[in-house]
């Protein structure tokens, strides 16, 4: 381990053990903050809408409340929903009830460093952000492990603020994994370049490249399927376990080779550029106003784009291939 990163031994967990906590939200990440921390004895209470997250919450040994009621009873209110209407909830349903010496958590930096949240007098902010799905930071903590947590000190946070997040960080598992410090804008504008240069569009758009270049060249589909889909859960997989070079270690001479002297070839100066033209974008807050916007357009486009990514061929072969290993 680092010795960047905090662990168990080195975070107080006691700061946060005489707050409440009210979790907004039990969603993917709600849930899973709500019962780390209840196993970790930390009071919780989840605001929630009526839906599948109430029913959930129920379910699960909560008694949720509306969003304004839990943080009327929260000392400390980790805002969980989606970036894209933190503004809204907060300013209609958070922010009058909180009172001085109150603070707000979010797993995600995005409303903070981009103005979304307009705090009131004497409440400071702080970050938490588990590396992983919601699903994963549970499953992690049951296990009896954890995943890493960055956190970072928000507007008016001071040294007492940090403690309670370190705390809270300790409460989901992450000091298990290691907790790094970082900030607002290094969490948030390093998390959304993962996401769309690496993670989800720049992977997306690999694998729909190198599906459709086998397809045009007469291969078969569901072999082409298997090539650029599936078996790219393997090569993660070891990635996840132990770098490169451990991943390098794990596959043929062949592919290893192809590996070194391909690669280039695929990200080459061409699509450096665009990858520094994507960070540019968000460093300057253009794609966080583009999404808002497009927020408050109604997500019209968003929604033909997801469509058109639905009716593709790369999507058909999947689904068949899915039913015939049910």
Known sequence: MSEK???DGEIDSSPIQNLTVAV??????????????RDSG???VVGQRPGHGFEQAVKDGFSPVSIAAASAQGDLIALLLPDEIHREVFQEMIKPQMSPGNMLLTCHGFSLLYGQIDLPARVCAVLVAPKAAGHRVRSAYTEGGGVPCLVAPGPSADQAALKVALAYAKGLGGGRAGVLMTTIAEETETDLFGEQAVLC?????????????LVEAGYQHEVAYFECVHELKL???LLYQGGLAYMRDHISNTAEYGDYSRGNRVINDAVRMSLREILDEIQSGQFAQEWLQENRAGCTEFQQMRNREQQLLIEQVGQDIVRLGQ
């Open 235 to 237: 090569v993660v997989d």
């Open 201 to 213: 569009g720049g992977v997306s758009a690999l694998v729909k490249a190198g599906f459709e270049t």
């Open 42 to 44: 930390v009071n919780v």
């Open 5 to 7: 990163f905090l662990t």
């Open 24 to 37: 907004i939200g039990y969603g993917s990440q709600g849930r899973s903050h709500a019962l780390n921390l």
